[in-house]
T-cell receptor
Framework: AQSVTQLGSHVSVSEGALVLLRCNYSSSVPPYLFWYVQYPNQGLQLLLKYTTGATLVKGINGFEAEFKKSETSFHLTKPSAHMSDAAEYFC????????????FGGGTRLMVKP | DVKVTQSSRYLVKRTGEKVFLECVQDMDHENMFWYRQDPGLGLRLIYFSYDVKMKEKGDIPEGYSVSREKKERFSLILESASTNQTSMYLC??????????????????FGPGTRLTVL
């Protein structure tokens, strides 16, 4: 069984500051890893995903994440926050050898101060 | 663009009512999912379907059932709604190259959600 922990249910940054959203997972087999974003009153949208290959993954809107197997982490970063980044972010994991079901973390709400 | 639509954005029902939540996708995806989203708990999978008339239980199937009579439509049914089923319900779909035991790297595409309140 796999699980996902997102440290910090709320994160607040100033506009232009670094964004760091943390995600740690546990999985009995190498996982596929995902970050989704949910803007207010909308469904989830894929930001980026790691399946195989390069461990640094670039996504939309300037976000990137690095898969660190030794730390079982997949933290999401963006060098400079924009007001439009305010949203809820979800990390998700799926074992790479079975099915299509995702396990989601509890979510982190990102607030961006002017 | 993939489009996943859900029949209602907001729904208010009374305890004991039978509730139908409908989801339609227009990209011929094999897989469809129903999640509920609660603050601090993220998304939890209720049911999953990988083909017409096929379904699998997710993490929290109790109190719910599903129906998939056509490939593009996946319905979530609350047989007798209860107040603890007040939540946001999200539908998603994804393509796959094989059956449920074949892994797929493809993305899940989400609908806008239905916020259900049970009084």
């Amino acid at each position: 069984a796999q699980s996902v922990t997102q440290l910090g249910s709320h994160v607040s940054v100033s506009e232009g500051a670094l964004v760091l959203l943390r995600c740690n997972y546990s999985s009995s087999v190498p996982p596929y890893l995902f970050w989704y974003v949910q803007y207010p009153n909308q469904g989830l949208q894929l930001l980026l995903k790691y399946t195989t290959g390069a461990t640094l993954v670039k996504g939309i809107n300037g976000f990137e994440a690095e898969f660190k197997k030794s730390e079982t982490s997949f933290h999401l970063t963006k060098p400079s926050a924009h007001m439009s980044d305010a949203a809820e972010y979800f990390c998700a994991v799926r074992p790479n050898n079975a099915g299509n079901m995702l396990t989601f973390g509890g979510g982190t709400r990102l607030m961006v101060k002017p | 663009d993939v489009k996943v639509t859900q029949s209602s954005r907001y729904l208010v029902k009374r305890t004991g009512e039978k509730v139908f939540l409908e989801c339609v996708q227009d990209m011929d995806h094999e897989n469809m999912f129903w999640y509920r989203q609660d603050p601090g708990l993220g998304l939890r999978l209720i049911y999953f379907s990988y083909d017409v008339k096929m379904k699998e239980k997710g993490d929290i199937p109790e109190g719910y059932s599903v129906s998939r009579e056509k490939k593009e439509r996946f319905s979530l049914i609350l047989e007798s709604a209860s107040t603890n089923q007040t939540s946001m319900y999200l539908c998603a779909s994804s393509p796959t190259s094989g059956g449920p035991t074949f892994y797929s790297t493809d993305t899940q595409y989400f609908g806008p959600g239905t916020r259900l309140t049970v009084l």
